[in-house]
């Protein structure tokens, strides 16, 4: 078997890894994971004290890695930290968009069926795990477009429609 050839096929040691949500249970887990196999990582979250306790973590086992604090919903701050980790790393290889949630006012419940959910916090939700995902794949997809490869996980934690909120209302639903 030629084991130079697996070796370079899944060798990620030295590829830039930017994970939004970083600074969160699963991302962070992912962040922490990165670092140990030589990937540097640049550990996004809106909450900057989180991502900065994950990167922290990377360095203490060895790894190399760049907390952001960076809002998904905004292209001005992804843009601030497009540029932040350019200039560090040189290069975006690997984008886990994993920032992402829900809200309770958008979770259907036997007191609030989904027929009650009010529209501005569906909204909310969708803007967080949808446009939140869009707007970092521009920003970081374009690096990667321009480097002529590279690769992005979408991961959805947040839309939830609970089977209790088709609760019937009156007669014939």
């Known amino acids: 078997m030629n084991t130079d050839y697996l070796e370079k096929l899944y060798n990620l040691s030295g590829k830039v890894a930017v994970v939004t949500g970083g600074g969160g249970v699963l991302c962070g887990a992912m962040c922490r994971a990165f670092g140990q196999v030589g990937i540097r990582v640049a550990v996004l979250d809106l909450n900057g004290e989180a991502a900065q306790k994950v990167t922290d973590d990377i360095r203490a ?3 190399e890695a760049l907390a952001i604090q960076a809002d998904v919903l905004s292209k ?3 843009e601030r930290a497009r540029q ?3 200039t560090k790393f040189g290069q975006v290889d690997i984008l886990i968009n994993g920032a992402g949630g829900n809200n309770p006012q958008a979770t259907t419940s036997a007191e609030q069926p ?3 959910l009010p529209t501005d916090a569906i909204r909310w939700v969708f803007d967080l795990n949808f446009m939140g995902t ?3 794949c521009q920003v970081f997809g374009l690096v990667m477009a ?3 490869e590279g690769c992005i996980i979408n991961i959805e934690t947040g839309l939830q429609v609970g089977a209790s909120g088709f609760e019937p209302v009156g007669k014939g639903l």
């Open 76 to 78: 001005d701050s992804l």
């Open 61 to 63: 086992a060895g790894g």
């Open 134 to 136: 869009l707007i970092p």
């Open 146 to 148: 321009e480097q002529g």
């Open 84 to 86: 932040e980790l350019v």
């Open 114 to 116: 989904f027929f009650d």
